[in-house]
């Protein structure tokens, strides 16, 4: 995959769903960026098909930047080391991913408030419950669509030293307890800490 006239950067967008470019992060919806779809299951019709421990259909050192929203943590914990080698693989040595997956600190919390079935939020799915956080959506598993499993998770902490355990040079995350998510930046090459800051603010939500 090269990159394109005018400068245009390309973006693999990791575990799209049906989901598109519009669904991205901040930070990908100008015209400078270029989309790819990547995602397991083919009903959903990305560019490429194929899973985040297996992306070989993706050329090494070949999208600046990969967008991976709520898909990590449907990974078995061993396997998160092989997705994000995938993901340092495929991108360029200026290349960088925004991470964005389930906040289990905050979550916990309403556990330990014994609010394990309640409502924590309302989706366009409909309301979400600690435990759809925790394990997968309740309801589009009992459709059979269990790619929706979850099979690990995430704090600040962990999901920081997780990246930069697996080879990315500095990493950032933020937490959003009244989303009870996390975003995350890691760049592949060591960046000064106003690039890394700058680049956060555009790709994180406000």
């Not at 799209?16 to 919806?29: D, L, S, V």
């Not at 080698?85 to 389930?102: M, N, Q, Y």
């Not at 690990?152 to 959003?176: N, S």
Request: hydrophobic share 40%; with cysteine.
């Amino acid at each position: 995959m090269e990159k394109t006239l005018f400068n245009v950067k390309t973006f693999l967008h990791v575990g799209c769903g049906q989901n598109n470019k519009q669904h991205a992060g901040p930070g990908f919806q100008g015209n400078d960026w270029q989309e790819i779809r990547f995602d397991i299951n083919p009903a959903v019709k990305p560019d490429i098909i194929g899973s985040m421990t297996d992306m070989s259909a993706v050329d090494d050192s070949s999208v600046d930047a990969i967008f991976s929203s709520h898909n990590i943590e449907h990974l078995y914990p061993h396997e998160v080391p092989l997705a994000l080698a995938e993901f340092k693989r495929i991108l360029r040595s200026d290349g960088f991913v925004v991470i964005t997956c389930p906040d289990l600190q905050s979550v916990a919390a309403l556990v330990a408030d014994d609010k394990l079935t309640e409502p924590a939020y309302q989706s366009p799915a409909g309301p979400i419950a600690p435990l759809d956080i925790l394990y997968g959506l309740r309801p589009a598993m009992a459709r059979g669509n269990l790619y929706m499993a979850h099979r690990c998770g995430f704090t600040k902490r962990v999901l920081g030293e997780t990246l930069q355990t697996c080879g990315f040079a500095q990493a950032i995350v933020r937490q959003r307890p009244q989303f009870f998510d996390l975003w995350a930046l890691a760049f592949v090459q060591p960046q000064i800490n106003s690039k890394l800051i700058a680049v956060a603010r555009k790709h994180f939500p406000t």
